[in-house]
């Protein structure tokens, strides 16, 4: 028997249905409006219009509903609209894990591979400093079986009276000690212009924290077409940190490498703040293999190997630490590089561990 009550759940249904319709043919038309925006370059939220529209619904009100509801009904409806924008904006994204199912894979010199699930330890002086330094830091790493190493040669630093590195004469010396070892090369650039004497010395250009949103340098960084790493900013989220790789694919270089490196927060006890979330998070969205910079984001040697453990049974692809000859004559970042006897036993604890060669 169809009783009023039936039938008023009827006409309810209906209109379920021609709501559900009404609001996914209107997430639609939002998205198509994203889409042109973004091709505008114009930002896809537009408080004002949202503003205007929100007073137009008001004034056309008839009730029941009275205008503070309809205003909060909206807006959850504007918010989830915007939402719909966003998430098919990240699977666009070339970096998206979506837009690419397989992983990166990297190859440097020899038989080293970056994200093929084997990681890489990658190590060696905050600075270059002088040919003697590097081949015995060198030196110790080829004979650790080590094939990476790092070397600061132009150094941004927070003071303009520390020392700034030895520049292009630096990227001359890596070069010429990791011919001479064997080792691929990774060295920070800081300016677009050295992109070409970059290429012609190392193997691997790394972007900085202080960098990280270099727009310029991040493009000249894409039309190099030799691998990057590019370390996430010193507060940036993630989100910043993905578009910031994505600068680089867009321009035309795939070869990137992400570096967690610790993020500043309020706690004083580590030098920055080790975010090993970020590394499954950036796994997961992003097809390009993570590193974690134990060094910098801890600044204590006490516990960088159990923090490069923790990051390896994160998924990460590989740690980053600094190693110099004598740490307490350092030019730079004394406290926190480890001497070749330390870096010895860091090593050997993260292959005793299990997890480096997983």
Known sequence: MNTPLDQLRNE??????????????????????GLVKEKQGVPKFDPIREKEMLEHLIANNQGPFDNSTIKHLFKEIFKASLGVQEKEHKRTLLVSRKQHESNTVIPLKGNTIVGNGSPIMVAGPCSVESMEQLRTVAAALKAAGVTVMRGGAFKPRTSPY?????????????????????LSIISEIVHPAHMEIAAETIDVIQIGARNMQNFELLKAAGEARIPVLLKRGLAATLDEFIHAAEYILY????????????????????????????????????????????????????????????????????????????????????????????????????????????
């Open 12 to 33: 309810l249904q209906e209109v379920n249905h021609k709501l559900l319709a009404l609001l996914n043919d209107r997430a639609r038309i939002s998205h198509e409006i």
């Open 162 to 182: 520390d020392f700034q590195g030895l520049g292009i004469d630096g990227l001359r010396m890596l070069k010429e000690v990791g011919d001479e070892f064997g």
């Open 251 to 358: 321009h035309g270089n795939s070869q990137v490498m992400l570096i967690e490196r610790g993020i500043r927060t309020y706690e004083t006890s580590t030098r920055n703040t080790l975010d090993i979330s970020a590394v499954p998070l950036l796994k997961q969205e992003t097809h390009l293999p993570v590193l974690v910079d134990v060094t910098h984001s801890t600044g204590r040697k006490d516990i960088f190997l159990p923090c490069a453990k923790a990051a390896l049974a994160a998924g990460a692809d590989g740690i980053m630490v600094e190693v110099h000859p004598d740490p307490q004559t350092a030019l730079s970042d004394a406290n926190q590089q480890l001497d070749i006897p330390q870096f010895n036993d860091f090593w050997s604890g993260l292959l005793g561990s299990g997890l480096f060669n997983r």
